[in-house]
């Protein structure tokens, strides 16, 4: 890679705006236009600025946060419903498909298990319209996958907390 990303507390502890220059920021309001995402008080993304060795200085990219994403998927979708749900390895569990139209089926042996850590994984259900016609369509992920991006976590404090729902956000 040819840039260093500056983590939150160097942004916050410095004086970044004088090393990023205008023009970078001008961009990432261009870009936040093109992907309809705005930088504005709802934290739906930010300019994130970064050292570029190649040219060496500071410049910035706008990067959606999480929020940003479901807005903008809400934007083209808006009556999108979603669930996600944890199976373990003793629940039926069974997708079907028919045209454009996928479900499923889950029945959990025990409704309320809570011991996360010990899934065999997790599903996520979609429901939209598009053209006024109906989709859905259900994605499985195993635990070992989801597990995954607690490895690649810079703090594993927010996974130790709230494990369920950073499960549920994969």
Sequence with gaps: FFFKQKTAYEIASGDWSSDVCSSDLVTCVYQGQQ???PIDSRKLAFPVPYYNKHKKRYEA???PSYQGYIYRVRKSFPDL????????EDD???ITKSGQIEDYEHT???PFRNDYAKASGLYCYAVYSKDG?????CST???????KSREVAKQDS??????RQQCEKT
Excluded at 141 to 147: D, N
């Design 35 to 37: 992907m309809g995402v």
């Design 133 to 137: 016609e109906r989709y859905s369509f």
């Design 141 to 147: 992920l195993p635990m070992s996958e989801v597990l």
């Design 108 to 110: 959990p042996v025990n």
């Design 92 to 94: 039926e569990f069974k």
């Design 158 to 163: 927010v996974w130790s907390k709230w494990f």
């Design 61 to 63: 990219k706008y990067e």
């Design 81 to 88: 419903e979603v669930y996600v749900g944890f199976v373990w």
